[in-house]
């Protein structure tokens, strides 16, 4: 992983795939560094050693340069409201990223503005073969595929469930599966209810009103219990409705 952050440092310079880039470097390398998903990405060329006891070593680029991978996030339900924002950040910190959603209620054209330095997957969070397939290599994921209307899980508490609780619970066990270092999962500040004690801190009991919300506070129970029993690193952020909205949603009454 030393190496990769080495190379990751040249990573604003457009590596094109037959280029070379220099490494200052003060053990031996070796002569092939492949990302975390086992992808032979740079060849090493020459070494020169200078005075100084360090080695300089030229790598060759043989693979596209997004592969140069020191921490790669995973975003679930990335094409959403809050996942779009959050992608376009992590793209403008020059972070690696890759998205994972069905596009039920998130569109591609949340993400025109970065869709061309991600790496998309269109799938769905419940699906064992889509996530092992995604978390190869993953570092981090922020876990935000929901179905995140109140008046939805009213009305259909079922598919509000299977997603939001049986969804949560396949991503993480692949997190634990693939040693993941961190899920970071967006609860909701719904888990207060209509508590009329302000402000809303995490010391409060929570009291659940709707499906929605049972199932985000279950869902972070899951991450706890993970934590303790697997030692999955999980922080759960109970996030208030953000505003302004900025963009159109498909869905209405976000909790
Ligand atoms: N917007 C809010 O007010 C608010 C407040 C607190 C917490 N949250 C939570 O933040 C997260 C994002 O909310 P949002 O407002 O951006 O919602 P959103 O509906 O805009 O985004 C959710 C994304 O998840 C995707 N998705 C849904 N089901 C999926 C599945 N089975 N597999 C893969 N992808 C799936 C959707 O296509 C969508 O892109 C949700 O977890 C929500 O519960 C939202």
Redesign the pocket.
Known sequence: MFLIGMAMAHRGADLKVGGTISLRLRRAAPSILRNPAGDCFLRQSEVIYPTSGKSIVKFQLISPAWRLVLGLYLV????????SHIMEEIVRRGEYVRV????????KDNLSSVLDKVDFHE????DPATLRRVFAGVDYVIH?????SVVRSIEDPVSTTE??LM?TLQVLLAARDTQVKRVVM?????AYGDSAILPLVETLKPTPLSP?ALM?LTGEYYGQIFHRLYGVEFVALR????LPWTRP???SH??
């Open positions: 679930t339900g990335g094409a959403g409201f809050i996942g994972l959603d069905n596009l039920s209620t998130g569109s799938g769905d969070i419940r935000l595929a929901a179905l995140s997603v939001n969804g967006a609860a909701t500040g719904a929605y985000k996030r208030p409705t953000p949603l498909k869905t976000h909790g």
